[in-house]
């Protein structure tokens, strides 16, 4: 995704201000099934307790609109989305950089140039051992957030591509994602499983569209299909 280079095109800001995922809203399933879930408003005040942040409601009439991707395969569907939609989001991705021909970690990679290029590209997660990681809260904190800020501005779709549970744990980022999650823009959400609870209690259900990026690559693929149609009929593509 960090080597495309499309040109915006002239329907993008329908995208944004109409909100492309409204055409993805559907009803909560019956117990057992699987997709869009109501928010638990318990687990919703704990986590807001915790972090001394409120829950976010918008008016009815602003509802944002938000799709959430979770599992393993998550970032690179939001990106084939975009891809497949000739759109360039502001956002992040999260790039795996590697040492001596070993995984290490994954680098921040800004989709809204910085203003100092030395801060784009820099690593924010470490890898320590297998199934072992952590977070650079400096590298969050310091150039993330001000970047996400400045993407609510950027009248673009934005990806926050690659989110999850510790990264959350640093104050300025935790706090830029849900200035991201209470604008106007619609937001393409790639997140690790272990951060679905919290992100579940951060903004109304009826914003959110929740889906699992299945293992199987014709499941991904069908799912690719069924996106890009949803979100190139409300564009008119």
Partial sequence: MNQLHFPFVTFVNFLFFSGFLRPFARPAPVSGSKGHFPIDNTAASRYNECIQIPFIQPAQEELMQQLYLCGAHAPQMADLLFTALNVRPAGYQLTPFT??????????HLLLPPAAPMHNDVPCRIRLRDGDETVVPRVLDEIAAP?????????APILLGGLNAQMLTCRAFREAVVAVLSSPRTVVVAASDDAEEILRALTPADTQLWEHVPDSSAE????????VAEASMRLQI
């Fill in 99 to 108: 040492v001596g021909g070993g995984l290490r970690g994954d680098a921040l």
């Fill in 147 to 155: 970047n996400l800020l400045q993407a609510i501005n950027a009248h």
């Fill in 220 to 227: 991904r693929a069908r799912l690719l299909e069924e996106l």
